[in-house]
């Protein structure tokens, strides 16, 4: 387990994210938006990456489960969904991990924000967006002209804690 990339996603986003957003007088920037969680855990990646705590291993892994959501969307199998991912050279355990995440529960498709988020964060930075504005609380990019209008309202609060592979 590499704990610096682990500190980075979890502490780095999500509670910084979910500390500054108790901090507003709008308890839902704690809770998220609707939109925020591409946003949340696209970043996670994107910080990963940035501060070198990623590998293609990794981005290979996180374009896996979106395979497998997609899959089960698909009303593939569970074997079926095991066979295309070995195709794609996973080993057999490798596979089996992935198709029994997409398929617990009766289904976790969850996992495709991921891969969907990092490209909206990765190409939000291409564009020199403000990543401040994004730790008000739990919002999604989407939100970004919202928020900033009520931050210059002053119904918002700036972020208190940014982490510094930010500042």
Not at 120 to 131: P, T, Y
């Amino acid at each position: 387990i590499n704990l610096r990339g682990l500190a980075i996603h979890e502490v780095g986003v999500h509670v910084l994210r979910a500390a500054n957003g108790y901090r507003q007088p709008l308890k839902i920037f704690a809770i998220g938006l609707p939109t925020y969680l591409s946003t949340e855990e696209g970043l996670s990646m994107y910080f990963e990456e940035i501060t070198g705590n990623t590998n293609n291993e990794m981005l290979r892994n996180y374009a896996a489960r979106v395979v497998a959501v997609d899959s089960l969307l698909r009303d593939l199998t569970f074997r079926k969904t095991f066979e295309k991912l070995k195709s794609y050279n996973f080993s057999d355990e490798q596979a089996w991990n992935l198709t029994l995440r997409a398929f617990r529960g009766g289904g976790y498709i969850r996992d495709h924000v991921y891969l969907e988020g990092y490209i909206q964060v990765k190409d939000f930075a291409q564009k020199k967006g403000d990543f401040k504005a994004l730790y008000v609380g739990k919002i999604g990019i989407k939100d970004l002209t919202l928020v900033k209008d009520l931050l210059k309202k002053g119904i918002l609060r700036e972020a208190k804690y940014i982490p510094k592979f930010i500042k």
